[in-house]
Structures are given as C-alpha cells and as structure tokens.
C-alpha cells in the first residue's frame, strides 16, 4: 500500500502569497499516478490536479503540481480569497487508492 | 452535464445494513468505472471500493473487506454498496465518484456526487 503523508497540516496564509503544500509517497509512485483534489466545507472534492502536473479543466493557471517518484508539490502561485480549502493528494495507479490526510489552508 | 447522486444514507444501529446508490446521468453510465469514497467528520478522504464499468471487477479496503458489497445495475445507471455488520469507525459521508477515462478501473475522479451521511449509532 502506498501511504502519503502530507504537509504542513494546516497553513495559514493571505491572499496574494505564494504557497507550496508538499505530498509524500512511501514508496515511488511514478508521475502518471498522482492527482490532486480542492475540497472546501460542506462541498464534494473538486480535481485540480491529475498525472502529476496535468491542470483539469476550467482550473486556473495559477495552480500548478510538480515532483517525480515519492515526493510531489502543488504550488497556488497568488492566494485568492476562493482558494481557502483544505488540498488533498491522491494516489490512484492501483489497489488500494490512497489519499492523503489533507493541507488545510486558511487565512 | 454529468452528475452523480448518491442517497441510502442514514442513521443505523451498530451491527446492522445499510445500502446506499449512486445514480449517474449525463453519459454513459455504463462505460465508466465507479468508486465509493468515505471522509468520516473531520477526517481525510478514504478510498472504501470500486467495481469495473461492467462489474466483472471489484476491489476493497481492507478496513471494508467482507463486509461491504459493491454492485452495479447499468440498466439504471447504478452503482449500489451494501453496507454490513456496520460499526461507529464506518460514521462519514460516502461519495461515490467517477475514472476520468471510460473502460479503466483506475484513474483520477472527474466527476463527484455530494455525498450521502451515514452515521452509526445506538
């Protein structure tokens, strides 16, 4: 089973700074098989994040992902007042999937 | 526009069953493989199953294995998860979610229902 730890648990930021959240892997998990997910409260996940690096659709520019094997970053490079949430890595190249505890960024 | 709703929720005994379904509209349902995820109040994200876009496979949790079934009815765009022998550890919403990619089992979850409480009580 691959476990990923994330960090900090929670950041507490403004808006307009630039914020790396950090997931690590126990084991490597190549660059195809890493997402992550924007949760904010009361709401269901929303994908940010696939491959490592892809953007979904609709996802601004200022949210980029990056890393290889076991350590993997996604970087808001602005803070806006909307990106106050909690950011979840996933792993999801095999059974079981995986996700991490989450990074609570808030203001 | 591609939706997932998920209901069954509810307030259960420890000890007993609960069902909840996940209904897709939007594509084709049938296509795609479902998975069911749980976040317990406070908690992270927990991946609990997933059943192929025919249902010929199926993979647990371990923390679910035996007692939970996961099943799909693609005549009525559904994909149910049968709840069993439920305990206080299994309290948290349940989404159910979709692979990006049609065919696959495994990938990324594109798409998102809102989620259905269980909460297991006496």
């Known amino acids: 089973e691959i476990v990923l730890t994330q960090s900090p648990g929670t950041l507490s930021l403004s808006p307009g700074e630039r914020v790396t959240l950090s997931c690590r892997a126990s084991?490597?998990?190549?660059?195809?098989?890493l997402a992550w997910y924007q949760q904010k409260p009361g709401q269901a996940p929303r994908l940010l994040i696939s491959?490592?690096?892809m953007r979904a659709t609709g996802i601004p520019a200022r949210f980029s992902g990056g890393g290889s094997g076991t350590d993997f970053t996604l970087t808001i490079s602005s803070l806006e007042p909307e990106d106050f949430a909690v950011y979840s890595c996933q792993y999801y190249g095999g059974s079981p999937l995986t996700f991490g505890q989450g990074t609570k960024v808030e203001i | 526009q591609v939706h997932l709703v998920e209901s069954g929720g509810g307030v259960v005994q420890p000890g007993k069953s609960l069902k909840l379904s996940c209904e897709g509209s939007g594509f084709t349902f049938s296509n795609y493989g479902i998975h069911w995820v749980r976040q317990a109040p406070g908690k992270g994200l927990e991946w609990v199953a997933m059943?192929?876009?025919?249902?010929?496979?199926?993979f647990y949790a371990d923390s679910v294995k035996g007692r939970f079934t996961i099943s799909r009815d693609n005549s009525k765009n559904t994909v149910n998860l049968q709840m069993n022998s439920l305990t206080a550890e299994d309290t948290a919403k349940y989404y159910c979610?979709?692979?990006?990619?049609?065919?696959?089992?495994?990938?990324?979850?594109?798409?998102w229902g809102q989620g259905t409480l269980v909460t297991v009580s006496s």
């Open positions: 491959a490592t690096s």
């Open positions: 979610a979709r692979v990006y990619f049609e065919w696959l089992m495994v990938g990324w979850f594109d798409t």
């Open positions: 084991h490597s998990v190549g660059n195809s098989y």
């Open positions: 059943i192929s876009y025919d249902g010929s496979n199926k």
